[in-house]
């Protein structure tokens, strides 16, 4: 069993990772949020006009000649001055990048957890625990080959991370409108499908 200390390191990552997230999708920091929106477009947008592997290996030619460029640079001018400060990238060479046995095993139980949950749904669905969602699964898959025709994978993508970086400041700044007329059509779905299972025999949820 693991140590409650260990247990609330890990707890206090996760909340710290996930704060972060959360910061950067409500534009806490313009900047920060600005550069990871503005770079993540950018690479999805490169990816429309080429290649995976033209994209990844132009990225790692620019960061290497940046980094080259920087080096050859700070040893040109140390020379010059003649100051002995060492490798430019120091500090980064000295970080610990390498993941823990405890990080690894972390990450490994939530995976298993999310595959194991999702195996479970699929499970349910496709073998029609309950029929209602069963029926929602399946208007949802009609309703994605639609989507499908329209748009390829990529553009998918790029219209997701454009919500995901707009939508969460757009509630906050309306929240009450919204959540009013989400209340409005939960209500009229859920007449819709009350009026379903009534007329359908064993669509009826069983009671709890």
């Not at 947008?45 to 030619?61: E, I, K, P, R």
């Not at 939530?110 to 625990?129: D, G, H, I, P």
């Not at 990529?154 to 919500?163: C, D, E, G, K, R």
Request: proline residues 1%; charged residues 20%.
């Amino acid at each position: 069993m693991q140590s409650t200390a260990d247990g609330t390191k890990k707890e206090c990552s996760w909340s710290s990772w996930k704060g972060q997230a959360i910061d950067l999708l409500y534009w806490r920091n313009v900047k920060q949020s600005g550069a990871v929106f503005g770079s993540v477009l950018l690479l999805l947008f490169s990816l429309t006009q080429f290649s995976v592997v033209s994209v990844g290996a132009y990225l790692t030619l620019a960061a290497l000649s940046a980094s080259i460029s920087f080096r050859i640079y700070k040893s040109v001018l140390q020379a010059v001055q003649k100051t002995d400060e060492g490798h430019p990238f120091k500090s980064y060479l000295e970080v610990e990048i390498s993941l823990s046995q405890d990080q690894i095993g972390n990450y490994a139980d939530k995976a298993l957890l999310y595959a194991n949950t999702c195996m479970k749904e699929l499970r349910r669905l496709f073998l029609v625990q309950d029929l209602i969602d069963s029926l929602k699964f399946a208007v949802l898959m009609w309703l994605l080959t639609y989507v499908g025709a329209l748009f390829n994978g990529l553009t998918l993508l790029i219209l997701a991370v454009v919500s995901m970086f707009s939508m969460p400041i757009v509630y906050e700044k309306h929240q009450a409108q919204i959540d009013q007329y989400v209340g409005l059509i939960r209500t009229q779905v859920n007449s819709v499908v009350g009026k379903i299972q009534a007329k359908i025999p064993g669509a009826k949820r069983k009671e709890e």
